[in-house]
C-alpha cells in the first residue's frame, strides 16, 4: 500500500507525509523547522504536526483495516489508532 499526503503547516511550513512497504517518512518545505526559536511557534507548528500525523495515520488505518500503533519518543506516550470508515 502506497499512500501521501501533504499538509499545510503554521509560520509557512508544509509537511508530506508518506507510507509506503510498512516505512512512513515525513518531509518538510522548507526544510525540517528546527530553526524556530520562539516557543509559541514551535507549540503551534508542534499542535499542527501531531494533527496530521493523526489525520494521516487514520486514513492508513482506515485504508487497511488494521489497527495502527504510535509511540512518540518525544512524549513516550503510545496512541491506538482504530480504522474508521472514511470517504
Known sequence: ?????????????????????????????????????KPKIR????????AARADFLGDLAAMSGHRIGLLDTLDGGLTIIEPDTRQ
Open 1 to 37: 500500500m502506497i499512500h501521501r499526503r501533504t499538509y499545510s503547516m503554521p509560520a509557512g511550513y508544509n509537511a508530506e507525509f508518506r507510507y509506503r512497504d510498512g516505512i512512513l517518512e515525513i518531509d518538510w518545505t522548507p526544510d525540517f523547522p528546527d530553526s524556530i526559536r
Open 43 to 50: 507549540r503551534r507548528l508542534w499542535r499542527a504536526y501531531e
